[in-house]
């Protein structure tokens, strides 16, 4: 069953180096199902929803370990095995020294027309994985962007309008 975030709801989390997490707010709880307690070092993939394409974390990873932010729609789990969708900014933290500390991102009520689209493309990326792993389906997704002359960062934002 799908839970949907209100306009106004921001969800807001940060890691470390690792992927556990660090903080959550209190929407970020709520969302989940679990306690803070739960949440709070445990890697924050406890969220992830099987019907999220691996190339989309790969995506999300190679952006942020550079210093550079990214935007992704994210569909994810909750403890009691609901789900619901964000449309996500994550980056780096860094120290004084732009060293990177950790990982940090909001999520906010995505469109709806926006889901639509993006089902159907991690539907097609799921099954590209499933034969030919995540090189595929990054492959895939490249084309596919090539295709319409835009590339990953103008596709996500432009579906969010």
Do not use: C
């Not at 709880?29 to 790969?58: A, C, Q, T």
């Not at 999300?60 to 370990?65: G, H, K, P, S, T």
């Not at 619901?84 to 994550?90: L, P, T």
Request: aromatic share 12%; net charge negative; charged share 30%.
């Amino acid at each position: 069953m799908e839970i949907k975030l209100d306009e106004n709801d921001f969800i807001v989390s940060k890691t470390d180096l690792a992927g556990k997490i660090t903080y959550g707010n209190k929407m970020f709880i709520k969302m989940s199902g679990y306690s803070e307690k739960e949440l709070l070092n445990s890697p924050h993939n406890i969220l992830r929803h099987e019907d999220m394409p691996k190339v989309v974390f790969k995506l999300l990873w190679d952006r942020i370990q550079n210093k550079d932010s990214i935007y992704a729609y994210v569909k994810n789990l909750t403890k009691n095995g609901q789900y619901y969708w964000v449309f996500a900014s994550a980056t780096a933290s860094v120290d004084e020294n732009d060293n990177v500390v950790g990982y940090y991102s909001v999520r906010r009520k995505p469109h709806d027309k926006a889901i639509r689209v993006v089902q159907d493309l991690y539907e097609k990326l799921l099954q590209v994985e499933k034969s030919e792993g995540i090189d595929g389906s990054e492959k895939y997704l490249n084309h596919l962007l090539e295709e319409k002359g835009i590339g990953y960062d103008e596709f996500i934002l432009s579906i969010q309008k």
